[in-house]
């Protein structure tokens, strides 16, 4: 029986976000377009949809034919009917988001999967997950989509790959796709064509007769979006706000912690404390100017990157028409290390043998190449401009560079005030990143160098903005105000329990009945990084905060972090845990805070409760099930 293609289903959407127009079948699009393999993501970040592009332009060498697809833009339900397309193959890039959550754009998959009892039978799969080991729950999405797919009475053909963002992702994703490559060819009787010569997606359109009104210079969506702001606003239309305050919180000490608040009265954007907010920043206008000269490129030339495949849903690898100098000012990740996709295109432009050689080694999957990749592009931090710079012969075209670089993301800060207390504002605080590498360059964090020289009011009177919108989490207080919290946020950590205690205190005002508030933070020095120490030493003096507990790690011999702090009050802890109904909350660092204070917990579960370590790792996983356990944590 064929198919019947469904419409698009009405459904209500959280006011965070807008779904998208949907497209028509991707089924029918890959009848019409003779395709015979399609590459879905679920991607947060923009890394799992850049994996995705790179799977569908390499099927070509492997005798397939590929397209890349948004999970939110097609009706996935129609994905039993893939089995009617000769050698077709379905392959998944899922991140895995917060906590082993789905990434907004596959939510509506991931509920499908979790309803449908559609018989996939005929329908071959592969899954390559993106996650970080530091999480509890490590590539939950890409584990979940692997196993009821086959559940579902799918064909896998070749193994689910786990992609650790902890470690090498970059290697990861390689690592599989050169076993991937193979499986597919024996399961589809294919051969590879043995072809690695590059193949431009996109080709370059430079018009004659430009109108300066339709180029872009550097909005996210719709042309002119920023001069004429319409709600709601997303990740496509971020809202200007305008920078209200910036100021630096540590008086000394040789890093910079600041704090911002931008300005969202009229946006009616709405939020609560524990949401995280977006800003879209702008690269290092001297690394730009940089680029333009070592490829010897008028940056203010009015170009267009077109699909050369007319049927992809992505017209443009960035908003076009624009010029270099936006492509790469707002639109290009110019700061990170390059993918060795980009290393492996970039060769053929080395004039030098040994330079396209030690590039091609890079990109490949032999020991030797993913260990001088490691230590010549990761470890030393080496941007593109570093590795433009540092191999001399290397001199490619500038239209191929930005197609090929993957695109900037915005970058996301849990919000420090509470949308109760600040409906019209809402709060940053964040480290200045700024180290140097071991080639003697200096890194600068993309996002906290631009909001850093983010001056209030500028000398020609205008006043600073950031385009951001927000995103909501499942990091919030407990229903009931009664019920005691336990915040436990060192550094950065700290943001969303300043919204925390902002809303306690004004539940307090209204009279209602608060239960104990305590907040665990950690910093270096007393005197150098105790961030908001005067907006917390006033929670405390007026009852607000029930008890500030501070682990200062390097102003003693020996270190104390907040884990110790914990021990120390390990029976009022327990009392407020197993008796008192108490909420906790972890925010900041995972690789090692997180489960440093985890392991503390179970530390406290056996010792004051006497339970054994397996029955204490069961009862703190209850918590988090039950949402008294909540973490929003980074790696």
């Known amino acids: ?94 991140a895995t988001y917060g906590e082993g959550d789905p990434t907004d754009n596959a939510q509506d998959f991931y509920d499908w999967m979790q309803e449908t ?138 890093r910079h912690l600041m704090h911002l608040e931008l300005d969202i009265s009229g946006s009616q954007i709405r939020y609560d404390s524990g949401d995280h907010v977006a800003v879209y920043p702008i690269n290092d206008v001297s690394i730009v100017n940089r680029i333009g000269q070592i490829l010897d490129a008028d940056l203010d030339t009015v170009i267009s990157l077109n699909n050369l495949d007319e049927e992809s849903n992505k017209k443009h690898p960035f908003p076009c028409p624009t010029t270099y100098r936006t492509a790469l000012t707002h639109y290009l990740d110019i700061t990170n290390p390059p993918g060795t996709n980009v290393l492996f295109e970039l060769a053929q432009y080395a004039t030098d043998p040994k330079d396209q050689d030690i590039l091609r080694k890079m990109a490949s999957a032999s020991p030797e190449g993913k260990g001088l990749y490691q230590s010549w592009v990761l470890d030393s931090q080496r941007n593109i401009l570093a590795v433009l710079e540092d191999m001399p012969s290397l001199h490619p075209t500038i239209d191929h560079l930005c197609e090929l670089l993957p695109c900037l993301q915005a970058r996301y800060y849990s919000i420090a005030s509470s949308g109760k207390v600040y409906s019209n504002m809402v709060s940053i605080c964040a480290v200045v990143v700024e180290f140097q590498t071991s080639t003697g360059r200096s890194f600068k964090g993309v996002a906290t160098n631009w909001l850093k020289n983010k001056v209030v009011v500028t000398d020609n009177g205008h006043k600073a903005t950031v ?40 539940m307090k005002e209204q009279g209602k009945d608060v239960g104990e508030t305590i907040l665990y933070f950690g910093c270096r020095h007393r005197n150098q990084d105790f961030m908001y120490q005067q907006e917390l030493e006033e929670f405390e003096k007026v009852g607000v905060l029930t008890q500030l507990n501070v ?85």
């Open 117 to 254: 009892d559609e018989d996939l039978n005929g329908v071959n799969f592969a899954v390559f997950g993106l996650g970080n080991k530091t999480y509890e729950h490590f590539n939950a999405m890409g584990k979940y989509t692997d196993k009821r797919l086959e559940e579902l009475g799918g064909k896998r053909i070749y193994d689910l790959g786990m992609g650790d963002d902890d470690g090498n992702l970059e290697e990861d994703f390689v690592s599989w796709k050169e076993q991937f490559w193979p499986a597919v060819c024996e399961h589809f009787g294919v051969e590879a064509t043995g072809d690695d010569t590059s193949n431009r997606q996109y080709e370059l359109v430079v018009p004659t007769d430009i109108n300066m009104n339709k180029v872009y210079t550097g909005e996210m969506g719709r042309l002119k979006s920023f001069e004429t702001q319409k709600p709601p606003f997303d990740v496509k239309n971020p809202y200007l706000a305008t920078v209200a305050v910036n100021r630096q919180l540590n008086q000394a000490g040789d």
């Open 1 to 94: 029986m064929g198919c019947v293609f469904p419409l698009p289903k009405e459904r209500q959407v959280a006011a965070a976000r807008v779904t998208p127009q949907r497209e028509t079948s991707f089924i029918e699009k890959m009848k019409k377009t003779n395709r015979n393999m399609v590459v879905f993501y679920g991607s947060q970040t923009g890394t799992a949809e850049e994996f995705c592009g790179r799977l569908a332009k390499d099927a070509q060498r492997y005798g397939m034919s590929g397209m890349s697809a948004d999970l939110e833009e097609y009706d996935m339900s129609e994905l039993p009917c893939l089995a009617e397309i000769d050698n077709s193959l379905a392959v998944f890039c899922m």
């Open 551 to 635: 682990a200062f790690s390097r102003d003693q011999k020996e270190k104390v972090y907040v884990q110790h702090l914990l021990k120390k009050n390990n029976e009022h802890l327990w009392k407020l845990i197993h008796t008192d109904n108490a909420h906790i909350y972890i925010c900041g660092d995972a690789r090692n805070m997180a489960r440093d204070v985890q392991n503390a917990f179970y530390d406290i579960a056996e010792e004051v409760g006497g339970l054994t370590h397996t029955q204490a790792v069961a009862y703190i996983k209850k918590l988090m099930t039950k949402g008294r356990y909540s973490q929003d944590v980074w790696s």
């Open 467 to 506: 385009p951001m919108y927000v995103r909501k989490s499942q990091f919030r207080l407990p229903f009931k105000a009664s019920n005691p919290v336990v915040m436990i946020g060192p550094g950065t950590g700290i943001a969303p329990f300043m919204g925390f205690l902002q809303e306690r205190g004004w």
